[in-house]
């Protein structure tokens, strides 16, 4: 049983450009979560999306923004990246929403340079 | 708002040791909550939750208690390996329908020396 796959899972991008990070849900799980983790930190989270609908929106700006596919799946997308940005980016998928029962995937690394 | 705070890292234990690490949080209602579990290069694990008051979470021989009164959430597990060297992040989830953000602490890394 497959669990949650996140591509890629290392990245390096310039400062200004864009970047997308893609997350495919654990098999039979319909929400998909994404967070963001700094070096020595904890995840913050960004946003969730649930029937192809962003539902939950944490405290970052515009610059962040997702989609959900009908298949679940979700992609991450950053324009104009900062320095600041560089972190390890987590997604996480539930089923229905339903809080615990998440599962992670292993991250994608974002180097901004 | 909700917020998590844990006790400083890193720490350091020989093989067989008592293991506390500390954690409360701040949040309105009750919370459910939740200990993660980060090994180097993954993503996380959840390794035990506890959704009301008293309840007790375990696994893998990790324990802790939901205390509404102390507003704290304490991993503990009474004989450390060194397979259990990570980080440890604990969390909480509002009470609410609909608020499904996970709210984390900054995590506490522990090593064990054999």
């Known amino acids: 049983d497959a669990g949650v796959t996140q591509s890629p899972t290392h990245l390096i991008k310039t400062r200004g450009q864009q970047v997308t990070l893609r997350c495919s849900p654990k098999?039979?799980?319909?929400?998909v979560s994404w967070y963001q983790q700094a070096l020595g930190q904890g995840p913050q989270f960004i946003f969730q999306?649930?029937?192809?609908?962003?539902?939950q929106r944490g405290n970052f700006p515009d610059r962040f923004s997702g989609h959900q596919f009908p298949n679940y799946s979700s992609e991450l997308n950053v324009n104009a990246l900062l320095l600041g940005d560089s972190a390890l980016y987590l997604c996480?998928?539930?089923?229905?929403?339903?809080?615990?029962?998440?599962?992670f995937g292993s991250g994608t690394r974002l180097t901004v340079v | 708002g909700d917020s998590v705070t844990q006790m400083e890292g890193p720490v350091t234990l020989s093989e067989e040791a008592f293991l506390t690490i500390n954690c409360t949080y701040t949040?309105?209602?009750?919370?459910?909550l939740f200990w993660y579990v980060q090994y180097p290069g993954e993503g996380l694990q959840l390794l035990l939750k506890?959704?009301?008051?008293?309840d007790k979470g375990s696994n893998k021989g990790f324990e802790a208690t939901y205390r509404k009164e102390t507003t704290s959430f304490h991993l503990e597990k009474g004989s450390v390996q060194v397979s259990d060297s990570a980080v440890y992040f604990c969390?909480?989830?509002?009470?609410?329908?609909?608020?499904?953000?996970?709210?984390f602490g900054t995590g506490t890394r522990l090593t064990i020396i054999p």
């Open positions: 969390a909480l989830k509002p009470p609410n329908f609909g608020n499904e953000k996970l709210t």
């Open positions: 098999s039979g799980h319909d929400t």
């Open positions: 949040a309105t209602g009750y919370p459910s």
């Open positions: 996480a998928s539930s089923l229905g929403g339903q809080g615990g029962g998440y599962t």
């Open positions: 999306y649930y029937e192809e609908e962003e539902r």
């Open positions: 506890a959704t009301k008051a008293d």
